[in-house]
């Protein structure tokens, strides 16, 4: 573009223009909030939408200007929407495995998701904390991968299948026995005429809560086996097959679990041994 064949203004007024619009604009800085100040003003609105801009990409401290009263005999401050708006718990990128039995090293459980977890990303960082025997608690630097690695729920790692949730504080305060675990469930012999949306959500539903569909089912590449993700119900013994009966007609529908394992022989649960459970400890208690 031309700037000197632009009606209305010179070529030195709209250089200069420019050029200060490339100023604020860097530091996205509003022409009216620069107007009619002197320039230790206009530094001061430069330095501070810049501290703005780094803080949005670095996690940095920074000194407030608190005003504390005291009223009643008390110190009070009221908290400026600021620090509260945009504010990310620095917990918020934590996420919790549990094991379905006996964690392994936790050495060989940062080696192996510090790989798989990276999804691509040369700066994603795995962080590995032991919270107990058959939990683990990690950070996942990323927002991506940690979007990732919640959508899929369940890993296996090292051989032991692993149920992974976001983590908060109230997570390991409230210590509640998982009654329900997401996992994939494959179902054969499904009636090629309820092989739909529907009829996989009513056969799943048997065992837990439909959530997606595998990719190869949705493509229908092989409707001699339907894949869907379940929340499964592990508080009761699942079933290897079932009989359905519409009109008359009976049909069996077959039941996989691959990332299943053995059933406690203590409480009689579906998704951890005997060495993990909770009346393990209670009866060691008792003796």
């Known amino acids: 573009m031309d700037l000197a064949n632009l009606p209305g203004s010179s070529s030195q007024e709209i ?3 420019v050029a200060r ?5 860097s530091e996205d800085i509003r022409v009216e909030d620069i107007e009619g100040k002197d320039t230790k003003q206009v530094k001061e609105a430069i330095l501070s939408q810049s501290w703005v801009s780094k803080a949005h990409d670095n996690k940095i401290l920074r000194k407030y200007e608190v005003e504390v009263s005291t009223k009643d005999g008390k110190n009070k ?12 718990p620095l917990w918020d990128d934590f996420v919790v495995g549990k094991f379905l039995d006996i964690s392994p090293h936790p050495a060989k459980v940062h080696v192996l998701l510090s790989k798989i977890w990276k999804y ?22 990323n927002p991506k991968a940690r979007e990732k690695i919640l959508n899929r729920g369940m890993w296996n790692v090292v051989g032991v299948p692993m149920v992974v949730t976001k ?3 109230k997570t390991e305060e409230e210590k509640q026995e998982e009654t329900e675990f997401p996992m994939w469930v494959h179902l054969k012999t499904v009636p090629l005429h309820m092989y739909s949306w529907k009829g996989l959500s009513f056969f799943t539903s048997t065992v837990g809560t439909p959530d997606r569909l595998h990719p190869e089912t949705i493509a229908c590449t092989n409707l001699e086996e339907a894949k869907i993700f379940v ?6 013994e699942l079933p290897k097959e079932i009989e359905f009966t519409k009109d008359g007609k009976e049909f069996t ?3 996989h679990y691959p990332w299943l394992t053995a059933r406690c022989n203590l409480c009689d649960k579906w998704g951890h041994t005997d ?5 393990n400890g209670k009866k060691e208690e008792t003796k």
Request: glycine letters at 6%.
């Open 167 to 169: 983590w908060s504080p």
């Open 120 to 141: 691509g990303e040369i700066n994603s960082k795995v962080e590995v904390y032991v919270v107990n025997a058959a939990t683990m608690r990690f950070r996942v630097s």
């Open 77 to 88: 401050v009221e908290i400026p929407d600021e620090v509260i708006t945009d504010s990310t």
């Open 231 to 236: 929340n499964v119900d592990v508080s009761k």
């Open 15 to 17: 250089g200069s223009e």
């Open 21 to 25: 619009s490339r100023v604020i604009g």
């Open 275 to 279: 060495k993990v459970c909770r009346k």
């Open 253 to 255: 529908i077959v039941y």
